[in-house]
T-cell receptor
Framework: KNQVEQSPQSLIILEGKNCTLQ??????????LRWYKQDTGRGPVSLTI?????NTKSNGRYTATLDADTKQSSLHITASQLSDSASYIC???????????FGTGTRLLVSP | DTEVTQTPKHLVMGMTNKKSLKCEQH?????MYWYKQKAKKPPELMFV???????INESVPSRFSPECPNSSLLNLHLHALQPEDSALYLC???????????FGSGTRLTVV
């Protein structure tokens, strides 16, 4: 069964600190992996998208990595800000399918 | 225009009411999606339209009726909903094949 697992489930960090969120997936055949940021009550906003051949992609203070061999991805947030408080969702696409497989998300709280 | 616009942002309706959610995009995407998201859960796919034709219905109750009148517009007609249908309803669009997936900001629906 295609699954996407994220860890930790929730995380509290101090403003200015860095953090790394993890995503493991079993989706096959793999097409691409995306990281989304979702504020409470709002739609997900895309941070990065990576295909099989890409192993790192950055978007400002967000850097995603992908190891397609081990089926693992991480999202690193540098110099966190209060506005980074949100849920971060890892989403994987299966080749040839329009369905996305969603992880359950990591809820990040950045504390002053 | 790189946005998916959903209206209304908030909706409160009684169990005997009929209402509609609207979603619009002008990115030339030919696939459009409806998702339902409960609090602290990932989005759950409801319907997929490809080239204005319904291609996926995830066994959604008939009290939810989707409509795609043209390539830019997607509606979700609601009738005789239950309180447990209260959720954030998200629309998304993409190129067919899930390329360029973009979410709207959602409609917060409350059924009373």
């Amino acid at each position: 069964k295609n699954q996407v697992e994220q860890s930790p489930q929730s995380l509290i960090i101090l403003e200015g600190k860095n953090c790394t969120l993890q995503c493991n997936y079993t989706v096959s055949p793999f097409s691409n992996l995306r990281w989304y940021k979702q504020d409470t009550g709002r739609g997900p906003v895309s941070l990065t998208i990576m295909t099989f051949s890409e192993n790192t992609k950055s978007n400002g203070r967000y850097t995603a990595t992908l190891d397609a061999d081990t089926k693992q991805s991480s999202l690193h947030i540098t110099a966190s800000q209060l506005s980074d408080s949100a849920s971060y969702i890892c989403v994987v696409s299966e080749t040839g399918f329009q369905k996305l497989v969603f992880g359950t998300g990591t809820r990040l709280l950045v504390s002053p | 225009d790189t946005e998916v616009t959903q209206t209304p942002k908030h909706l409160v309706m009684g169990m005997t009411n009929k209402k509609s959610l609207k979603c619009e995009q002008h990115m030339g995407h030919r696939a459009m999606y409806w998702y339902k998201q409960k609090a602290k859960k990932p989005p759950e796919l409801m319907f997929v339209y490809s080239y204005e034709k319904l291609s996926i219905n995830e066994s959604v109750p008939s009290r939810f009726s989707p409509e795609c009148p043209n390539s830019s517009l997607l509606n979700l007609h609601l009738h005789a909903l239950q309180p447990e249908d209260s959720a954030l309803y998200l629309c998304a669009s993409s190129q067919v094949g899930a390329i360029g997936y973009t979410f709207g900001s959602g409609t917060r629906l409350t059924v009373v």
